[in-house]
């Protein structure tokens, strides 16, 4: 019986070694699955012709807002740079074209998950438009190819917060600054609202900002028929929104 036993013990840790075995070899390999999984999750490819062509505003849009989500839930698109940039010296065919505050906390292709050749941007203190930008919002509309043009304001803006408590930028030998905040004063005068007028008062400071972004679109319109003729024939979209900072979410407004 001894000897039996002792040949059991003998056969069972053979067994048991060598399935120990198999499943150490067999843990590189669901690595190397798992990795490759990952690979095919990296984004190459870039907007095309095609891709843009068959796109409506509305689409474009969409498309924005549940980028945006990705953003909010930190589920971003994994992206090869290096293989999107070497494609995009073909050609460029944004989709949009974003006009959005200089502030350094919002980061505008972040923020919509998207990658190298997807929008155009444009950065201006404010979001406020003027000659030059309405230029680069014609280039990318007209002779680009982009469908969806958004002034993006966001919470907390600085320049907006200080127009509101009436900086003098002037007494500061700070002129430029002086003649930018003087194009969002307007947004303040329209600005319907009773109570605590201050950036104190984030509701009222954060309205001001949602207004000014609304009043820049407005703009746009005016300043560029260009631009006002292909919205009114569908082939473009105007709109405005609002990023928040705190949540990421950017709200979009029915100008």
Same mark, same amino acid.
């Given at each position: 019986?001894?000897?039996?036993?002792?040949?059991?013990?003998?056969?069972?840790?053979?067994?048991?070694?060598?399935?120990?075995?198999?499943?150490?070899?067999?843990?590189?390999?669901?690595?190397?699955?798992?990795?490759?999984?990952?690979?095919?999750?990296?984004?190459?490819?870039?907007?095309?012709?095609?891709?843009?062509?068959?796109?409506?505003?509305?689409?474009?849009?969409?498309?924005?807002?549940?980028?945006?989500?990705?953003?909010?839930?930190?589920?971003?698109?994994?992206?090869?740079?290096?293989?999107?940039?070497?494609?995009?010296?073909?050609?460029?065919?944004?989709?949009?074209?974003?006009?959005?505050?200089?502030?350094?906390?919002?980061?505008?292709?972040?923020?919509?998950?998207?990658?190298?050749? &997807?929008?155009?941007? !444009?950065?201006?203190? #404010?979001?406020?438009?003027? %000659? $030059?930008?309405?230029?680069?919002? =014609?280039? +990318?509309?007209?002779?680009?190819?982009?469908?969806?043009?958004?002034?993006?304001?966001?919470?907390?803006?600085?320049?907006?917060?200080?127009?509101? &408590?009436?900086?003098? !930028?002037?007494?500061? #030998?700070?002129?430029?600054? %002086? $003649?930018?905040?003087?194009?969002? =004063?307007? +947004?303040?005068?329209?600005?319907?609202?009773?109570?605590?007028?201050?950036?104190?008062?984030?509701?009222?400071?954060?309205?001001?900002?949602?207004?000014?972004?609304?009043?820049?679109?407005?703009?746009?319109?005016?300043?560029?028929?260009?631009?006002?003729?292909?919205?009114?024939?569908?082939?473009?979209?105007?709109?405005?929104?609002?990023?928040?900072?705190?949540?990421?979410?950017?709200?979009?407004?029915?100008?």
């Amino acid at each position: 019986m001894k000897k039996i036993t002792l040949q059991l013990v003998a056969i069972s840790a053979v067994l048991f070694s060598t399935s120990c075995q198999e499943t150490k070899k067999s843990e590189p390999i669901a690595q190397e699955s798992q990795q490759e999984l990952v690979e095919e999750k990296v984004v190459e490819s870039i907007m095309t012709a095609e891709d843009q062509a068959g796109m409506t505003p509305g689409e474009i849009v969409g498309r924005l807002k549940k980028g945006n989500e990705n953003f909010m839930n930190n589920n971003l698109t994994q992206r090869d740079h290096s293989a999107q940039r070497r494609k995009a010296m073909i050609g460029q065919y944004p989709k949009a074209i974003v006009l959005s505050c200089v502030d350094s906390r919002v980061p505008v292709e972040d923020v919509f998950d998207l990658g190298i050749g &997807d929008i155009f941007v !444009a950065r201006v203190a #404010g979001n406020i438009e003027n %000659a $030059d930008i309405v230029g680069s919002m =014609e280039f +990318a509309t007209a002779v680009a190819g982009s469908k969806v043009v958004i002034v993006m304001g966001h919470t907390a803006c600085g320049a907006v917060k200080s127009t509101i &408590d009436e900086v003098d !930028a002037k007494s500061l #030998g700070m002129n430029a600054l %002086a $003649d930018l905040l003087d194009e969002i =004063e307007p +947004a303040i005068k329209e600005t319907k609202f009773e109570g605590d007028r201050t950036t104190k008062n984030i509701e009222y400071t954060d309205l001001v900002i949602n207004n000014n972004a609304m009043r820049t679109v407005k703009n746009i319109r005016q300043q560029s028929p260009t631009m006002a003729k292909m919205e009114d024939d569908g082939k473009i979209m105007i709109v405005s929104a609002l990023y928040d900072m705190e949540t990421g979410k950017v709200t979009f407004n029915k100008d």
